[in-house]
């Protein structure tokens, strides 16, 4: 029987920048970071979402060949893989708090659909969006 997601992972071009971003900018701590020869298994989580873990992996053997890799970073890079989404209790405040951290937005806070979002990238060119919470 199913009983959940546990990982969920992204591609990112330098596993070390993007450990930085998560853990640093985001608040994300280390879960598991283990290498096997070439090989980095590298996850993080929120601290208030242990059951859940963001894998930071880079294109590469033994997943991918040499030229899928290549596609794959230029995609990542491009921003267009889907984008992922952050629960936030308030947009603006979490947008305020991201931005002095560093964070570089490609969408300010908007009202939506009843909500407020705003959109970043991480230093690989994976995109969030960031959601309040409806009340």
């Not at 900018?25 to 980095?40: A, C």
């Not at 290549?70 to 947008?95: E, H, T, W």
Request: charged residues 25%; glycine residues 10%; negative net charge.
């Amino acid at each position: 029987m199913i009983q959940g997601v546990e990982v969920v992972g992204l591609y990112v071009r330098d596993q070390d920048e993007a450990l930085a971003f998560y853990v640093e900018k985001l608040g994300f701590r280390v879960h598991t970071d283990v290498g096997n020869g070439d090989y980095r298994w590298l996850t993080v989580q929120h601290p208030d979402q242990p059951s859940f873990q963001l894998g930071l992996f880079t294109p590469g053997p033994p997943v991918l060949d040499a030229a899928t890799a290549q596609a794959v970073r230029a995609m990542v890079a491009k921003g267009a893989m889907p984008p992922l989404v952050l629960s936030v209790d308030d947009c603006r405040a979490a947008y305020d708090r991201l931005l002095a951290r560093g964070v570089e937005f490609t969408q300010e806070p908007v009202d939506r659909y009843g909500t407020v979002d705003a959109g970043f990238r991480d230093p690989s060119g994976n995109g969030w969006k960031m959601i309040q919470a409806r009340r």
